[in-house]
Protein backbone atom coordinates (compact mmCIF):
# COMPACT_ATOMS: atom_id res chain seq x y z
CA UNK A 1 0.00 0.00 0.00
CA UNK A 2 1.36 3.18 -0.70
CA UNK A 3 2.12 5.80 2.06
CA UNK A 4 2.89 9.38 2.04
CA UNK A 5 3.76 10.81 5.31
CA UNK A 6 4.38 14.46 5.63
CA UNK A 7 6.11 16.39 9.21
CA UNK A 8 7.64 19.28 9.66
CA UNK A 9 4.43 22.10 9.40
CA UNK A 10 4.29 24.80 12.01
CA UNK A 11 4.04 28.44 13.15
CA UNK A 12 6.62 30.88 12.08
CA UNK A 13 6.82 34.22 11.96
CA UNK A 14 7.51 36.23 8.02
CA UNK A 15 10.96 35.74 7.20
CA UNK A 16 11.36 32.41 9.04
CA UNK A 17 12.44 29.40 7.46
CA UNK A 18 10.63 25.98 7.61
CA UNK A 19 11.74 22.25 6.24
CA UNK A 20 9.32 20.21 5.41
CA UNK A 21 9.61 16.06 5.10
CA UNK A 22 7.89 13.37 3.08
CA UNK A 23 8.56 9.37 4.17
CA UNK A 24 7.33 7.64 1.29
CA UNK A 25 6.61 3.93 1.28
CA UNK A 26 4.78 1.06 -0.82
CA UNK A 27 6.27 1.46 -3.92
CA UNK A 28 9.33 1.93 -5.84
CA UNK A 29 10.49 5.36 -4.65
CA UNK A 30 13.44 5.63 -7.07
CA UNK A 31 11.50 5.63 -10.55
CA UNK A 32 8.93 7.94 -9.57
CA UNK A 33 8.71 11.75 -9.82
CA UNK A 34 7.77 13.58 -6.56
CA UNK A 35 6.16 16.92 -5.61
CA UNK A 36 5.02 19.50 -3.10
CA UNK A 37 1.41 20.74 -3.81
CA UNK A 38 -0.28 23.32 -1.46
CA UNK A 39 -3.92 24.17 -0.61
CA UNK A 40 -4.83 27.48 0.97
CA UNK A 41 -8.60 28.19 2.54
CA UNK A 42 -10.63 28.93 -0.26
CA UNK A 43 -8.00 28.35 -2.48
CA UNK A 44 -7.06 26.02 -5.48
CA UNK A 45 -4.55 23.19 -4.52
CA UNK A 46 -1.63 24.26 -6.52
CA UNK A 47 1.71 22.73 -7.14
CA UNK A 48 4.63 24.43 -5.33
CA UNK A 49 7.61 22.61 -6.52
CA UNK A 50 8.86 18.93 -8.07
CA UNK A 51 11.52 16.78 -9.01
CA UNK A 52 12.00 14.48 -11.35
CA UNK A 53 12.90 10.63 -10.40
CA UNK A 54 16.59 11.11 -10.43
CA UNK A 55 16.49 14.69 -8.95
CA UNK A 56 18.12 15.65 -12.22
CA UNK A 57 15.13 18.60 -13.12
CA UNK A 58 12.80 20.62 -11.00
CA UNK A 59 10.15 22.87 -10.79
CA UNK A 60 9.10 25.70 -8.88
CA UNK A 61 6.49 27.80 -8.82
CA UNK A 62 6.81 32.08 -9.62
CA UNK A 63 5.45 32.59 -6.35
CA UNK A 64 8.43 30.35 -4.04
CA UNK A 65 11.15 30.48 -6.68
CA UNK A 66 14.41 31.59 -4.90
CA UNK A 67 12.94 30.83 -1.71
CA UNK A 68 12.42 27.02 -1.72
CA UNK A 69 14.16 24.50 -2.62
CA UNK A 70 12.97 20.77 -3.40
CA UNK A 71 15.63 18.17 -2.53
CA UNK A 72 14.93 13.49 -2.29
CA UNK A 73 17.04 11.06 -1.06
CA UNK A 74 16.34 7.95 -3.13
CA UNK A 75 18.36 5.82 -0.58
CA UNK A 76 15.99 7.19 2.27
CA UNK A 77 12.56 7.44 0.40
CA UNK A 78 11.75 10.78 1.09
CA UNK A 79 11.50 14.08 -0.41
CA UNK A 80 11.96 17.36 1.04
CA UNK A 81 10.60 20.96 0.64
CA UNK A 82 13.38 23.44 2.86
CA UNK A 83 11.38 27.11 3.05
CA UNK A 84 13.04 30.27 3.38
CA UNK A 85 12.36 33.67 3.83
CA UNK A 86 8.61 32.56 4.27
CA UNK A 87 5.62 34.97 3.68
CA UNK A 88 2.01 35.53 4.84
CA UNK A 89 0.85 34.06 1.75
CA UNK A 90 2.80 30.99 2.14
CA UNK A 91 -0.09 29.79 4.70
CA UNK A 92 -1.59 27.04 3.77
CA UNK A 93 -1.76 23.39 4.15
CA UNK A 94 1.07 21.26 2.41
CA UNK A 95 0.62 18.20 0.76
CA UNK A 96 3.11 15.61 -0.47
CA UNK A 97 2.38 13.56 -3.85
CA UNK A 98 3.83 10.97 -6.28
CA UNK A 99 3.36 11.18 -10.08
CA UNK A 100 1.79 8.63 -11.78
CA UNK A 101 4.81 7.28 -14.42
CA UNK A 102 7.75 6.02 -13.92
CA UNK A 103 11.20 7.69 -15.39
CA UNK A 104 9.69 10.44 -16.58
CA UNK A 105 12.63 13.49 -17.64
CA UNK A 106 9.79 16.33 -16.76
CA UNK A 107 7.68 17.21 -14.17
CA UNK A 108 4.13 17.52 -13.44
CA UNK A 109 2.78 20.33 -12.31
CA UNK A 110 -1.35 19.99 -11.81
CA UNK A 111 -2.93 17.65 -9.11
CA UNK A 112 -4.23 15.13 -11.85
CA UNK A 113 -0.83 13.58 -12.80
CA UNK A 114 -0.26 12.51 -9.17
CA UNK A 115 -2.37 9.58 -8.15
CA UNK A 116 -0.93 9.06 -4.08
CA UNK A 117 -1.37 12.27 -1.91
CA UNK A 118 -0.30 12.52 2.13
CA UNK A 119 -2.76 13.89 4.88
CA UNK A 120 -0.87 17.33 4.31
CA UNK A 121 1.12 19.59 7.13
CA UNK A 122 -0.42 23.11 7.74
CA UNK A 123 2.12 25.74 7.57
CA UNK A 124 0.62 29.07 9.05
CA UNK A 125 3.03 32.24 8.34
CA UNK A 126 2.10 35.14 11.02
CA UNK A 127 3.26 38.84 10.11
Known amino acids: QVQLVESGGGLVQAGGSLRLSCAAS????????MGWFRQAPGKERESVAAISWSGSSTYYADSVKGRFTISRDNAKNTVSLQMNSLKPEDTAVYYC????????????????????WGQGTQVTVSS
Open 97 to 116: AKDRGRYRREVRTTPDEYNY
Open 26 to 33: GFTFSTYA
